[in-house]
């Protein structure tokens, strides 16, 4: 069972007229684990579900990535630029 978002989820401020802010924000001690959770992913991945934001957890697999050349991926000529820079 799926539930649409509720505006509750996300607040949005408006930025306009608002005073410049300074300050400084001590850097906290973070320890970084390269090993996932399955379990807190699991819960994340649900609770992203319930509140209808599972289209976030949707990964695009290309099945047959080309490696073209990135000239030839970009569709840029190199005669015609030449031509060009000739002609002017």
């Known amino acids: 069972m799926q539930f649409s978002p509720s505006s509750g989820d996300f607040t949005f401020v408006s ?3 608002a005073e410049e802010l ?6 906290p001690d973070v320890k970084l684990n390269m090993g996932s959770d399955h ?5 994340a991945a649900n609770f992203l579900r319930q509140r209808g934001y599972g289209w976030l ?3 695009e697999e290309d099945e047959a990535e080309e490696t073209k050349p ?3 991926e970009l569709d840029i000529d190199l005669k015609d630029i030449y031509y060009k820079i ?3």
């Open 86 to 88: 000739r002609v002017c």
């Open 22 to 27: 300074s300050g400084t924000i001590d850097a």
């Open 57 to 59: 957890l949707e990964v």
């Open 15 to 17: 930025s306009t007229g």
């Open 39 to 43: 379990s807190r992913d699991a819960y």
């Open 70 to 72: 990135l000239l030839e």
